[in-house]
């Protein structure tokens, strides 16, 4: 757990949710769904071998019977389920292997209860309230309230005059929106959804499925596939064949899995692409970059 707090924290105190850190620490142990249809094909196999051994052995059933019996019985067993696997496949949930309510229970109550406190630089998401900005320059727009907590325990509303929200009707008038959200279904709708409601003044920023595909060890979850009425929308959407197919299988990667200090990342270029959009010299100057000398 010590561990995992600093590299949440980067090595410069930076603060994280509890949902941040759950993620952290289950991520290694989600289960792959082929790994785990192999699994089951495997113990079947072993099963019927068991079976067909004792009955052998027990004599309940001659050894002349037993063998053709069995491997026929195993070979329409392993038929069977090799035509099952798409099936499987498609049906197959991918999650975390502990409940988000576990874990705070049984592993952060089991922290606090005997170190007197939670872990090192931690904030519980539900008692984070973003902070109030009079004069905003900038907003952030994501469902997930982990995320807009961990923003607003880094004081990103400080660094930056930025509000944050989780609802488009809650967003201040006349400022760039930033829109962070999931790789998933609702992640993509939510960037249709934010532009319909105001127009050139979104900045999606993501996740979006091409980062998570692009990177081998971004955490994959997936539900059902969900019937095609709910992905039909992702075709007049920007993305390639290959994103909405893995979002119409029902994966999906959340944003909250994200480390901090890749979120305040993020966060930086959106907000200098924002500044440099409207002004050239300053996208300029960073073109020239530090310690460049400038030509022409």
Known sequence: MRKLAERLGDGRGLRYTLTQLWYAAGRKKVPDVLQVFKR?????????????????????????????????????????????????????????????????RDVIGRWTSIYNGPPPGSVDESLVKPPAVQRPRFAVLCPDVSVLACLAANEVSRT???????????????????????????????????????????????????????????????????????????????????????????????????????LLAVLQRAVERVEDAGDPERRRAREVGFLTWPTG
């Open 40 to 104: 089951v094909r495997i113990g079947v196999s072993v099963a019927i071998v068991v079976v067909a051994f004792f009955l052998m052995v027990s004599g309940a059933v001659p050894a002349g019977v037993v063998i053709p019996l069995g491997a026929l019985v195993l070979a329409l067993a392993i038929v069977g389920m090799q035509s099952a696997r798409p099936w499987f496949l498609n049906v197959a949930s991918v999650r975390m292997p502990v409940p988000y309510n576990v874990f705070r």
């Open 160 to 262: 930056w005059d930025m509000a944050l929200s989780d609802r488009i009707d809650r967003l201040p008038p006349g400022v760039p929106v930033i829109v962070l959200h999931d790789a998933s279904l609702t992640g993509v709708a939510l960037v249709g959804q934010a532009r319909a409601a105001l127009g050139p003044r979104v900045v999606p920023v993501g996740l979006w499925p091409r980062a998570v595909l692009a990177n081998a060890s971004a955490l994959r979850l997936r539900e059902p596939r969900p019937p095609e009425s709910d992905t039909a929308f992702l075709r007049g959407e920007p993305l390639s064949a290959a994103e909405i197919e893995w979002l119409a299988e029902g994966w999906w990667s959340p944003i909250a899995a994200i480390p901090p200090a890749k």
